[in-house]
């Protein structure tokens, strides 16, 4: 995959991390919040951070100091 593909795939996960904050929040202000189903997105945004991290460690060339 090119440099650009690698934006583009990095802009939609960054877009779907800051989507599971809302919803992560919209969960959390219920009045009988469903604890089972935010422990599922709080690990999916984990997994999107970590691989958001891998995917930004590719773009970023060594340099060697």
Do not use: C, S
């Not at 919803?23 to 997105?41: F, K, W, Y």
């Amino acid at each position: 995959m090119n440099d650009e593909g690698y934006r583009q795939q990095l802009h939609v996960l960054k877009t779907e991390h800051r989507d599971l904050d809302d919803a992560i929040a919209a969960l959390a202000q219920q009045a009988v919040p469903d604890q089972m189903q935010i422990a599922r997105l709080k690990r999916r945004k984990l997994q999107l951070k970590d691989r958001i991290g891998r995917m930004e460690d590719e773009l970023t060339p060594d340099i060697i100091a």
